[in-house]
């Protein structure tokens, strides 16, 4: 898994969330929420929307990039 997408994934099991909550805190579709952990075909999320994932999930946007 990808650095990110493993973060993500951490981050979001430490806060108790389903993907279906991050989600829906961000508000984007479930296809683009389940690509954040895919670690085969995910995608990398763009600063403004890993900034948002980063609130939802109480983390900071770095440590979501760089650990």
């Known amino acids: ?3 990110i997408h493993a973060r993500i994934k ?3 099991n430490e806060k108790g969330l389903t993907l ?3 989600r ?3 508000g ?7 690509q954040w952990e895919d670690e085969e075909n995910g995608t990398v999320p763009r600063s403004k929307r890993l900034d948002h994932i980063a ?3 109480g983390v900071s946007a770095a440590w979501l990039q760089f650990g």
Do not use: G, I, K, N
């Open 24 to 26: 829906e805190a961000v």
């Open 20 to 22: 279906a909550q991050l």
């Open 55 to 57: 609130a939802a999930l």
């Open 10 to 12: 951490q981050a979001r």
């Open 28 to 34: 984007v579709s479930a296809q683009a929420a389940q």
């Open 1 to 3: 898994m990808s650095p």
